[in-house]
């Protein structure tokens, strides 16, 4: 069979119906998919050592025979050393391994095998150099030619099929497959001296021996470059070519501004807005004036009053005869929304609605009923806004709240539901300016920094597990004074791999400890009403303290919840733990934060929370812990759902993003579709809008 990039993986040599289900598992579908699975580095065997020439220190490959092996169980319980010694014309090499005992089943007299690892003197032993827990790979004559005199390629593991497995297979995949289509067009290939798309898959995956070794593993040679490149072009000239096409749109209805609609914001608001958050209302009143779209990102710091705004604008479309569409990612969240939401707007005329999957058949049924006559009304929900069956008479206004958490394809299904709909997307986590600007190409920006007046800043303190009794006798003095607050856990339960306390057994003796309080327990398990249950209870002050996993980490909001202790803090990311810092500090009592650090916390982690320590500043934190923790784990793609990159990263690659945007902008600008390539990819992102607006 030829094969195509859109070709079934189980149709590639060394892929059979288990490793098809694997590799479907991993996400890894198509050939394309497996030629995008790239090396995450590379080693140098270009050129193989002989053991009598072999130097102290210095990283070596070597081939030789299995001479001789042996395992040793120490009087330390169940620690294994397992040696083994390697010939190569006489001259000999002592290779150890340490607690992995499987290896005898491995090295077996005789076997070729090649060992890359840096080289010891090994005084005590006839056996002169020696290597611990080198790289190994046993081979044959089939494979001996590939491993050696080359760069080799090493791949990640897929659940149960080795790094090892997943190079043969794509060797011989990259020298089976022909049909590669290029994506970009000749004009840029030759304006940035660019490789054809196949040459450089071809190159990522099997180097030729001239390539620099140490660009390699930057992933800065000219082909991982291009295809860096490509993908990022791609993704901004998506983004270009719809923000073309909505700034054409007439969206077919004028709203107009009210004194109704300004009574309306005075009776409501029972705080002054700041600054920021007037500027922000300013921008978004504008956009839906104007006769085309809004498209708006809201960017706010934790507590910043974005769903204020969100209240405002929406009163604003409602006022005007229109629908209006709230989602939040999960049902908590929705739920506190709809909640406060309901109760401020008690006693004015308008219809707030709740649509979540925990919705009742009967009450659903009447809601789309709703929906469907077009009646003006706020519906609050999670996903279950943008299902098949969901029809809206008359959407005008669509928001979604806490964006990074929801994928592009259900943004633009939600905003396709309406016609012509205006668009506001709000989030918390924050992102340098230039990145958002970036990464929004769509969108235009509104930054809130500035927290409602009151509000006392947060103490925030570092705590050694330690001295965790004292906390909690500082924690019974403040339940006694009639205030609330959390302690949250990174688990629910024991886990093998990471020996952290789990929520669900902590909970049992937390409540042996604070006997004289009511204690709740919060998770992502519970059903959700049990969950909107608790959450009641605690916010009526029925639960003085809840004990948790990070699932409060976005939108619970508490105002007489004063403190927050997060265990293992070291397990949790700079964003995420200001995320739970914001759920304290939101009325007028002083608030404080507490990060507890087990002993085996490293080094790179206090870092990290010391400098969460220094300052509230989500904007200020979020550059500090790209500094720290670098841009692949700082702005990784997990933390835009909509980011799927195989190969880019939006921080690292944050040049190449500039000038692909710039190209993208372009293209579109001056309608340069005459590629083919172009031209293939314009359709493409056609016949996908036009499958979400059907859908």
Same mark, same amino acid.
């Given at each position: ?570 397990? #949790? $990311?700079? *964003? &995420?733990?200001?995320? =739970?810092?914001? !759920?304290?500090?939101?009325?007028? /009592?002083? +608030? ?42 700082? #702005? $990784?793609? *997990? &933390?835009?759902?909509? =980011?799927?990159? !195989?190969?880019?990263?939006?921080? /690292?690659? +944050? ?41």
């Amino acid at each position: 069979m030829r094969l195509k990039l859109s070709s079934s993986v189980k149709y590639i040599k060394g892929i059979g119906p288990k490793r098809e289900r694997i590799f479907k598992k991993a996400g890894i579908n198509t050939v394309e998919d497996l030629l995008y699975y790239f090396p995450f580095r590379y080693e140098d065997r270009r050129k193989f050592h002989k053991i009598s020439e072999l130097v102290e220190n210095e990283k070596s490959a070597i081939v030789g025979e299995v001479f001789s092996k042996n395992r040793i169980i120490t009087p330390r319980r169940g620690f294994h050393i397992f040696q083994v010694v390697v010939s190569q014309n006489g001259e000999k090499l002592l290779c150890v391994w340490f607690n992995q005992p499987y290896l005898e089943n491995v090295f077996w007299r005789g076997k070729k095998v090649v060992l890359f690892g840096t080289v010891k003197k090994n005084p005590s032993s006839s056996v002169k150099w020696k290597m611990e827990n080198p790289e190994y790979e046993i081979i044959d004559l089939e494979e001996s030619s590939f491993l050696m005199g080359r760069i080799i390629p090493v791949y990640e593991r897929i659940y149960n099929i080795s790094g090892k497995a997943i190079r043969k297979i794509i060797y011989n995949l990259i020298n089976d497959i022909k049909d590669v289509y290029e994506n970009l067009p000749e004009s840029i290939r030759k304006k940035y001296n660019f490789p054809d798309r196949f040459i450089s898959l071809k190159q990522i995956h099997s180097p030729s021996t001239d390539c620099s070794i140490e660009e390699l593993n930057n992933f800065s040679s000219v082909h991982h470059r291009r295809v860096i490149f490509e993908e990022l072009f791609l993704f901004e000239l998506g983004l270009a070519y719809f923000r073309e096409k909505t700034s054409q749109f007439n969206k077919g209805r004028m709203y107009t501004f009210t004194e109704k609609i300004e009574s309306v914001w005075k009776k409501i608001l029972p705080f002054e807005l700041t600054e920021d958050q007037r500027k922000c209302l300013d921008e978004i009143k504008k956009d839906l004036l104007d006769s085309q779209p809004m498209r708006r990102l809201l960017q706010g710091e934790v507590g910043s009053g974005k769903t204020a705004i969100a209240l405002l604008t929406s009163i604003f479309v409602m006022e005007n005869g229109y629908q209006v569409a709230f989602m939040a990612p999960t049902e908590i969240l929705a739920g506190q929304h709809f909640l406060r939401i309901k109760e401020i707007l008690k006693d004015l005329p308008y219809r707030v609605l709740f649509l979540t999957g925990s919705t009742s058949r009967k009450e659903r049924e009447k809601i789309l009923k709703d929906l469907k006559e077009g009646r003006p009304s706020l519906v609050i929900g999670t996903h279950a806004l943008f299902q098949k069956d969901v029809v809206y008479g008359n959407l005008g206004y669509v928001i979604i709240d806490e964006q990074h958490r929801f994928g592009v394809a259900q943004r633009t299904t939600l905003y396709l539901k309406g016609k012509k709909t205006d668009l506001l997307v709000m989030t918390a986590t924050p992102i340098p300016r230039s990145l958002a600007l970036t990464i929004y190409s769509d969108l235009d920006l509104s930054t809130m920094r500035e927290l409602p007046r009151g509000r006392i800043p947060i103490k925030s303190h570092i705590i050694h597990e330690k001295n965790i009794d004292k906390l909690y006798s500082w924690i019974k003095e403040e339940l006694r004074n009639g205030n609330q607050g959390y302690i949250v856990f990174p688990l629910i339960e024991e886990s093998e791999k990471l020996d952290l306390k789990a929520a669900e057994i902590e909970y049992e003796n937390l409540s042996m400890l604070f006997k004289d309080f009511k204690l709740g327990l919060i998770h992502g398990r519970l059903t959700t009403r049990e969950r909107e249950r608790i959450m009641r209870n605690f916010e009526k002050g029925e639960i003085n303290l809840l004990v948790s996993t990070s699932i409060i980490e976005v939108g619970i909001d508490i105002s007489n919840a004063t403190f927050l202790v997060v265990e293992n803090a070291d397990r #949790f $990311g700079l *964003a &995420q733990l200001h995320q =739970l810092r914001g !759920r304290i500090g939101r009325g007028d /009592k002083e +608030s404080h934060c507490f990060f507890v650090l087990p002993k085996k916390a490293g080094q790179e982690a206090k870092r990290r929370i010391e400098a969460l320590i220094k300052t509230n500043d989500g904007f200020k934190i979020a550059e500090e812990d790209l500094i720290l923790r670098g841009p692949g784990q700082a #702005f $990784g793609t *997990a &933390q835009w759902g909509h =980011l799927n990159f !195989r190969v880019a990263d939006v921080v /690292k690659d +944050s040049g190449v993003l500039e000038i692909a945007k710039e190209e993208a902008f372009r293209v579109i600008k001056e309608k340069d579709f005459s590629s083919p390539e172009l031209k293939r990819y314009i359709e493409e992102l056609d016949r996908r809008e036009k499958e979400v607006s059907f859908s």
